[in-house]
């Protein structure tokens, strides 16, 4: 493992396998089938996961989309910025995004 920026998966599935296999620093917030009404104990979960994050770690979009939101709500209330990794199905590679709190034209707090 390097010492770059951590990419905090939000759901690892066996079929991401190749398609992450050149992203160093990968941690994995959740696997598998996860039961996305569960919100509030996902929050916990994903907090305390996240406890130790850096604003410059991305959030790499994975899986169902209440989890995402979940996720990328955290970070963006800890750091005041998120930075994306999106999937380009037509690239067929991950893009780099990043978002500030500045930009979005309201305060968080």
């Known amino acids: 493992m390097s010492d770059g920026?951590?990419?905090?998966?939000?759901?690892?599935?066996?079929q991401h396998e190749l398609g992450v296999r050149d992203i160093e620093n990968i941690v994995r917030l959740s696997q598998g089938r996860v039961n996305a009404f569960r919100t509030s104990e996902l929050a916990n979960d994903f907090s305390r996961q996240l406890a130790?994050?850096?604003?410059?770690?991305?959030?790499?979009l994975s899986g169902f989309l209440p989890l995402n939101v979940i996720?990328?709500?955290?970070?963006?209330?800890?750091?005041?910025?998120?930075?994306?990794?999106?999937f380009d199905a037509r690239e067929r590679a991950y893009v780099k995004r990043t978002i500030l709190t500045t930009e979005?034209?309201?305060s968080l707090a």
């Open 5 to 14: 920026p951590r990419v905090w998966m939000v759901n690892w599935q066996p």
């Open 52 to 60: 130790d994050s850096d604003p410059e770690d991305f959030i790499l």
């Open 71 to 86: 996720v990328t709500s955290i970070m963006l209330n800890m750091h005041g910025r998120i930075n994306l990794m999106i």
């Open 104 to 106: 979005l034209g309201g």
